[in-house]
């Protein structure tokens, strides 16, 4: 009987410790679901990005480290991993009632990711469930004390907390200023006789940090995502953008609530012949003249306020 119960306890271990690791690996698998993330973390926490870009990180690789320990029943002196976990879960926890209550329960809390789509109410019910294992393995099982866990567990939880900063370099706050300097960019398109949605502003005059959106583009939904809460943020930041994209316009607005930021449409010719086929692409413009360039990642607020300091 002993056998049995204890079986069951390893079993218990192993299935949390997995559900663990499988949390961590959905909000990193890929740039999209690691960005969301970081994302959810500024939207709704209200942190700055390098909080953000820094706790993320810290946060994925700790939730994978209890994991893989999880798995192999090493629990540490006191059984802190176990406690770790569970206090982790609470921490989880208040943080969806939060977001179920200023957000709304339509809406994914990123604890899978992208991977799968949970809601608030979904994944509180998640956390329940896994708060029993834990509370059992503490009460009755102490995992195995073998003087090997001195040297696993400090390993686990460096590598782990350290892929994160590996997988996902913190990008430098100033822009990537272009290699080749200034150039002079064609907006006439933007212009063009009986537009009815051409700029109200004049883009060749004065400082603006133009954006080139295609609807459908991942990347350039977190771009706009950004732009919207720094806009929130500093409303005097001069940005407009370019869409472009046969996608769900509804579907674009929707995700990214980016109603703050003026803009214009394009047909794919023109957009294409602005952006070279890539995007999104972000051009800090003074003059009517391209002075630096950012991508969607180390796209930063400060480094932007910096260049709209200079004369």
């Not at 410790?17 to 993330?37: C, M, N, P, Q, R």
């Not at 350039?220 to 732009?227: E, L």
Request: aromatic share 14%; glycine share 6%; with cysteine.
């Amino acid at each position: 009987m002993k056998k049995v119960v204890k079986a069951i306890l390893i079993t218990l271990s192993v299935l949390t410790g997995l559900v663990f690791i499988f949390s961590s690996y959905t909000k990193i698998d890929t740039v999209e679901s690691f960005e969301a993330f970081q994302y959810a973390t500024v939207e709704y926490l209200h942190l700055p990005w390098i909080v953000a870009a820094i706790a993320c990180r810290v946060l994925i690789g700790f939730e994978a480290a209890l994991g893989v320990l999880l798995c192999l029943q090493f629990y540490g002196r006191g059984k802190w991993v176990l406690k770790s976990a569970l206090y982790l879960l609470i921490a989880f926890s208040i943080y969806l009632i939060y977001l179920w209550i200023k957000i709304g329960n339509n809406i994914n809390c990123g604890c899978f990711g992208n991977t799968i789509w949970m809601s608030p109410s979904q994944s509180l019910i998640k956390n329940i469930i896994l708060v029993i294992p834990i509370l059992i393995l503490i009460r009755y099982y102490d995992g195995f004390r073998i003087t090997l866990a001195k040297f696993v567990v400090p390993i686990a939880l460096i590598v782990s907390v350290a892929t994160p900063f590996v997988n996902y370099q913190i990008p430098d706050t100033k822009p990537q200023w272009l290699n080749k300097g200034r150039f002079q960019i064609n907006l006439s398109a933007l212009y063009a006789p009986g537009k009815q949605d051409a700029p109200k502003v004049d883009l060749y005059k004065g400082k603006h940090i133009i954006a080139f959106f295609s609807l459908g583009c991942p990347h350039c939904r977190m771009a706009a995502k950004k732009m919207r809460i720094m806009k929130e943020r500093n409303p005097n930041l001069p940005f407009y953008m370019v869409l472009a994209g046969t996608h769900d316009w509804k579907e674009f607005w929707e995700d990214t609530k980016v109603y703050n930021i003026p803009y214009t449409r394009l047909d794919s010719k023109p957009f294409l012949d602005l952006t070279g086929g890539t995007f999104p692409r972000i051009l800090y413009l003074k003059d009517g003249w391209a002075e630096a360039e950012n991508d969607y990642i180390s796209l930063d607020q400060q480094s932007i306020e910096e260049w709209l300091s200079k004369p």
